[in-house]
Each structure stands twice: as C-alpha cells, then as structure tokens.
C-alpha cells in the first residue's frame, strides 16, 4: 500500500513537473528572436502584468513605462500582459508607427475578457464588429448632426443640474459625472427621455463597465462574473426597446434618422440582410460604453482641476459668464455659442493631458515587422501609452505643471497629445465627447463654485483614472 501511495506521489510530483516546465517553455518561446526589443518576460501566464496594473492602482500608471524606458534605454521595450508576449511603444514615434500603419502592418486587439462579455451571436470577434460600427456612425457624428445635439445636451444638463446639484452643499462628483454622460448617451442613440427609464440601466451598466477589462475569472463574485450578467440583463432590456422601436418605425411614430438605434435597424449589410436584434443590442451596449466612460472620467478630473487652480476657474467662469448673458431667457446652447468656448477647451485639454481618460490601448502586429531597429514577431500585442508623451518633458516641458496656454495656436507636435488615440482608430465621438464636456462644463461654472472636501485624495487608475472616494466637493452657488 506504501508502494501504491508512493507511485502515486512520484506521478503526480512528475506530472507537475512536466506541466510548469511546459508552461516556462511555451511561455520563452514566444520571445526567442535574437532581435527583440528589450524587455523582461516574467512569469508564464502571469508576465509583467501585475506591475502593469499595480502601478494604475497606485495612481501613477506611467511609472511601468518611464522605469523601463530609462532602464532598457529604448522607447520599445517587450514585455508580457494579459497572458500576451507584447512590445510597448513609447513616445510620440511609437505613436506614430502604430496610428499610420493600421489594417496594413497592425490591427484592433482587444483582451480576451471583452468578447466574453459581448459575445455576439454572429460568433464574429470584437474587433470586427468595431469595424462594422465604425461604418455606422459617421452619419450621426458628422458636424450638422453634431449641431442639433447642442440643445439636447443643454436642455439635459440643466435638468441634471436642477435634479442632482442645486439646494445641496456637498455632492460627490464621479457618480454624477456618469449620471450625466449615461443620460445623454441614452437620450441620443435611443431616444430614451424617461429619467426612470435611464436608472434601470444605471447600476448594472457601471457594473458592467468596471468589470470589462479585469481577470476574466468565471466564478460567482468576481468582477468578471458580475459584469457577464450584467450584460446579460442589459442587452435583454435593449432587445425589448428594439422590438417596441421596430413597431414603432411599422407604424411611423418612429422615423429611420432620429437616432443610431433606428438606423441600425433599418440599415443593411453587403449581403442586403438587416441586422439580428441582438447585434443592435451588442453594439448599442458598446456604444453606451464608449460615449460614457471616458467622458465621465474626463469630467471628473475637469471639477478637481477647476477647485484646485481657482485662477484657472476664474478665466473658465469669465468665458461662459460673456456667453451666459449673451443669451436671452430660456434659449439654450448653440453650435455657436460652443465655439466660443475656446480657453475653456484648453483647459480641458490640459486636463485630458494629465489624466488621460484613455491611458492606451492595443493593436496586433498582422505581419512580422521591424521598428527601431527591432524584430517584432506576427501575432505580437503592441501597447501605446499616452502617458509616455503626455508627461514627457521633450513634449510638454514642465509635464507636471498645470498650462493650457500649450494649446493656443498650433498647439501641441503631432502625435504628442493623444487622449483619443490617432490615425484610423481614432475615437469617432471625439468631437461628441468635446460637446458634452463644454457643455457640462458652462452648466456647473455658471452655477457655482466648489472646493475639494478631501484635499490629498488618491487617484485611481483601472483603467481609467478615478478619485477613490469619488471626488467630494462642497458647492458655492453664485449670487444671482
């Protein structure tokens, strides 16, 4: 019987030794070539993806990039993320090379995580239904659609200002900030205009949303898990707004241009077929995500930069104040009006520079290439940072001081300030997200001033930057 026991141990301390060193030997395989980047592997599976995330956690995300650039003294560097042997590309170069060269050398890649939680029933991958919604929405970004959305988002921030700000003397403004942008996203891609309509979404949506990019572990209580049936239930609540948009469209109280939600399901395909209505669903669901996010992130750090720097508040003020009394009694903002707005663009630019809402993003290299000198294998994931030119003093000298004044005239070199990506990939809601950020920004300068409840407050990252207490502030109305 001791024998048996015996054997069995000897069997399974062999079995395990054969799998790790199967795993340390698929894992050194990826990264043979004698002409890759520089760079550390890590562990299998694991790789470097723990200081990738820790550093964001700790709110200083661009600490993994520079720490590397200065050791390896390259700004392309391998690595290992998310279980992936990859290549980080760092700086305004890197930039360039990724953003000029997409569908020819690199392509979209998104985490495994991000197709189980969209899982679309064409069993296409994420990316290729990125490219189909990417052809979709010109139509309703284009600048004359842009213009009529000025009156909407006016009209919307005021209620939200009215429901959410005024007659209090703290508010905390992360959750607001989503409230906002989520508001909006409904009332322009599907008409939703019902306050309670808007909140059945919003708790399982943020869940949704801070559960896609994480560990994609299955199991009951992880992130992943909550985010996959979030998803679930959202994309059932938009099916039924499909089915009842659909009647509606049959019977003309809907029309096919009102909104991204009719045009999606009147449009058809290259083979003449209209889209299944979980695909309106899924892309919807993206769409919510995308125009939310980094909008509300960004919105964020603008009311934590204004009470930080009250002489950059005042020129902000001054700006929407002479646009305010322009206006006579009830009317709202105008394409106008909103190019008028140009400091305070600065100012959120600035803002957009030190804490990026979009801190990077990966592509896939198609083809074996050669960058810098460097072999980079097909099937490699490549990392772009924009902290790695955003807090770059070749860039942006004094990369920590807070100027908008770097975004008069010709602004900054290209490729430099990249907070919406660049090249083909660039967010096709850069300017939506340019509107809604003014536009919520005239509402809460107009209205009041505010100063931060906790002065030294840690900043998150994951991915996107956020107050880890949610950014209380105590609002000062302005005499009327």
């Known amino acids: 019987m001791e024998v048996f026991f015996l054997s069995l141990l000897l069997i399974f301390v062999l079995s395990v030794s054969v799998g790790l060193h199967l795993l340390f030997y698929k894992h050194r395989s990826h990264f043979t070539d004698p002409n890759l980047p520089p760079g550390k592997i890590g562990w299998p599976m694991i790789g470097e993806s723990l200081e990738f995330l820790s550093t964001g956690w700790k709110g200083h995300p661009e600490k993994f990039i520079f720490d590397r650039i200065h050791s390896y003294s390259s700004e392309v560097f391998k690595t290992c993320l998310l279980g992936e042997p990859a290549a980080v590309f760092a700086g305004a170069a890197g930039n360039k090379f990724l953003f000029s060269n997409e569908n020819k050398l690199v392509q979209a890649w998104w985490p495994s995580s991000v197709d189980k939680v969209f899982p679309s029933s064409n069993q296409t991958s994420s990316k290729e239904e990125a490219k189909k919604m990417r052809k979709l929405l010109p139509q309703f970004l284009k600048p004359e659609a842009l213009h009529r959305y000025i009156g909407i988002m006016d009209h919307i921030a005021q209620n939200h200002f009215a429901d959410s700000w005024d007659n209090r003397n703290e508010v905390l403004i992360f959750p607001l900030a989503k409230r906002f942008t989520f508001w909006l996203a409904c009332r322009l891609f599907m008409s939703i205009k019902d306050p309670d309509h808007v909140a059945k979404f919003e708790k399982p949506f943020h869940v949704l949303a801070s559960g896609l990019i994480t560990v994609p572990i299955n199991l009951p209580g992880t992130p992943f898990r909550r985010a996959i049936t979030a998803s679930n239930f959202i994309r059932e609540e938009l099916r039924c707004i499909i089915k009842k948009r659909k009647i509606d469209l049959e019977e003309g109280k809907a029309s096919q241009n009102q909104d991204i939600l009719s045009h999606m399901i009147v449009a058809t395909g290259e083979d003449g077929r209209h889209m299944n209505e979980m695909d309106i669903a899924d892309k919807i669901l993206g769409l919510l ?192």
């Open 289 to 480: 995500i995308g125009g939310h996010d980094t909008a509300s992130a960004a919105i964020t750090f603008l009311v934590k930069y204004l009470a930080e720097l009250p002489h950059i508040y005042q020129k902000v003020y001054e700006e929407q104040m002479e646009i305010a009394n322009s206006k006579a009694p009830g009317d709202l903002l105008n394409w106008d009006d909103v190019q008028k707005m140009r400091y305070s663009w600065n100012v959120a630019c600035e803002v957009m520079r030190l804490a990026p809402p979009l801190q990077g993003a990966f592509r896939e290299a198609m083809t074996d290439f050669v960058f810098n000198g460097f072999s980079i294998p097909k099937g490699w994931k490549l990392y772009w940072s924009a902290n790695s030119t955003h807090k770059n003093a070749e860039c942006f000298p004094e990369p920590e001081k807070f100027d908008p004044t770097r975004f008069e005239g010709a602004g900054p070199a290209p490729y430099t300030f990249v907070p919406f990506g660049g090249g083909p990939r660039m967010c096709p809601g850069k300017e939506y997200a340019r509107l809604e950020i003014l536009v919520f920004m005239h509402n809460a300068v107009k209205r009041f001033k505010w100063d931060k409840l906790l002065p030294d407050e840690k900043i998150i990252v994951d991915p996107m930057p956020m107050p880890a207490k949610g950014l209380p502030v105590r609002l000062h109305p302005h005499k009327p």
